[in-house]
């Protein structure tokens, strides 16, 4: 028996909302203690690990994932959603790949607290908060930005596992590759959930909620770095 549609915004804002409450999962990037001794125990290409290592962390990075759910919240068309996922993909390919192998990373807190004001932009573009102050932002060159802020975020954390440079294109490839796998389950998901969703009458009486929401999402990730930055 379907859900009656009344339940469709409950278990989206539930969804969005669970992050406020534990904030041990706000903390995306961090990585499990096992993964971290396996980085250090390679000494040469390990493409399966990498590649689920990769895929891992973008299935588990809520950060990344309430971005991304902001990105598709209303785009009905297949193309559209190609299209923008493909800009917020080279850019974290991009860093991601060239922060790694030039060694550049930056500061875990700092990257990740962009990466929170990422989600607040696009739950804000969502409502339409820009338009009413007369703000005229291209979506597709903020996901670029914003996409490449993700991406350093996972080339600091790749560096801090002490990957070994022995094999280090093929694995770093692998874990991008990952990456891709990840999202692609993840928009799988999130994707056929709100085409669901948008269907439904609920859809239009409830999106304002829901995008209020995913900005309340957003301010705690990036609040959770900034208080981790300060008592750094």
């Known amino acids: ?8 915004p409950a278990l989206a804002v539930l969804a ?24 250090l125990s390679v000494d040469g290409p ?33 193309r559209d959603v190609v299209v923008y996922v493909s800009m917020f993909t080279i850019g974290h390919s991009l860093t991601l790949i060239g922060g790694v192998l030039l060694n550049t990373g930056a500061n875990a807190y700092i990257i990740d607290a962009i990466i929170g004001l990422s989600v607040i932009y696009k739950g804000v573009e969502n409502i339409g908060g820009f338009r009413r102050i007369g703000w005229n932002v291209d979506t597709r060159l903020a996901v670029l930005v914003f996409g490449l802020f993700h991406g350093m975020g996972l080339a600091t954390k790749v560096l801090d596992l002490g990957i070994s440079q022995n094999g280090l294109l093929a694995n770093l490839l692998a874990f991008n590759v990952g990456v891709e796998l990840g999202q692609v389950l993840v928009l799988a998901f999130v994707v056929s959930l709100f085409a669901a969703w948008r269907a439904r009458p609920s859809f239009t009486r409830y999106a304002f909620a829901a995008n209020v929401a995913l900005i309340a999402v957003g301010l705690v990730l990036t609040a959770i770095q900034i208080e981790g930055y300060l008592a750094a």
């Open 1 to 8: 028996m379907r859900a009656a549609p009344r339940h469709w």
């Open 46 to 78: 390990a493409i399966f690990p990498f590649l689920y290592l990769g895929a891992k962390h973008m299935v588990t990075g809520y950060d990344h994932i309430a971005f991304l759910v902001g990105v598709v919240f209303f785009l009905s068309r297949l």
């Open 16 to 39: 969005l909302a669970s992050v406020l409450f534990m904030p041990t999962l706000a903390l995306a990037h961090d990585v499990a203690e096992g993964d971290k001794a396996f980085v």
